[in-house]
T-cell receptor
């Protein structure tokens, strides 16, 4: 079974530039998550989609971050404009049903490592 | 206060040692509990779910104490390959069943 695919793997941009990340979840997975992991910290949820609808975006900095999952499959996360503190790994994950439980695992992609200089 | 708190370590233990990690969570409404493992520069991967009655998977034992809002992971007979960061994870907060991660505890097993 193919895993969660993310691209690019690495990205270096200057502050105030824009950047976009792409995620293709495991086929058939209804729920998709974007997490931000700053070095030395655990992943922090940015946004959760159920099919093409947003379930939770309470921690998404909406003044600069946006995300969409138009057809309920793959998703893009955009930062515009980027700040130095946005340097992090952006992880995409998916799960088969709505949310996770002891019976529903979330699978992570390898992440996109963003460096803002 | 963070939803999930754990000692960041690092823990440096010799091969064959037993090591325990602890974690506390702040929201009593949390429903599901997990330990994830994250290798350096890799994505988190599920190590084990944590059941109310406690559960064991080979050398790994997880315990949950809902009254104290406390989760533990015990690793027996540590192997070099156990070196990684162990993330305590809670879901069921805010009704969305997404995952809230602790900072992670870094373990290094020394030959």
């Amino acid at each position: 079974e193919a895993g969660v695919a993310q691209s690019p793997r690495y990205k270096i941009i200057e502050k105030r530039q824009s950047v976009a990340f792409w995620c293709n979840p495991i086929s058939g997975h209804a729920t998709l998550y974007w997490y931000q992991q700053i070095l030395g910290q655990g992943p922090k949820l940015l946004i959760q989609f159920q099919n093409n609808g947003v379930v939770d975006d309470s921690q998404l900095p909406k003044d600069r971050f946006s995300a969409e999952r138009l057809k309920g499959v793959d998703s893009t996360l955009k930062i515009q404009p980027a700040k130095l503190e946005d340097s992090a790994v952006y992880l995409c994950a998916s799960s088969a049903r709505q949310g996770v439980s002891v019976n529903t695992e979330a699978f992570f992609g390898q992440g996109t490592r963003l460096t803002v200089v | 206060r963070k939803e999930v708190e754990q000692d960041p370590g690092p823990f440096n233990v010799p091969e064959g040692a037993t090591v325990a990690f602890n974690c506390t969570y702040s929201n009593s409404a949390s429903q599901s509990f997990f330990w994830y493992r994250q290798d350096c520069r890799k994505e988190p991967k599920l190590l084990m779910s944590v059941y109310s009655s406690g559960n064991e998977d080979g050398r790994f034992t997880a315990q949950l104490n809902r009254a104290s809002q406390y989760i533990s992971l015990l690793i027996r007979d540590s192997k070099l390959s156990d070196s990684a960061t162990y993330l305590c994870v809670v879901s069921g907060l805010m009704g969305a069943n997404n995952l809230f991660f602790g900072t992670g505890t870094r373990l290094t097993v020394i030959p």
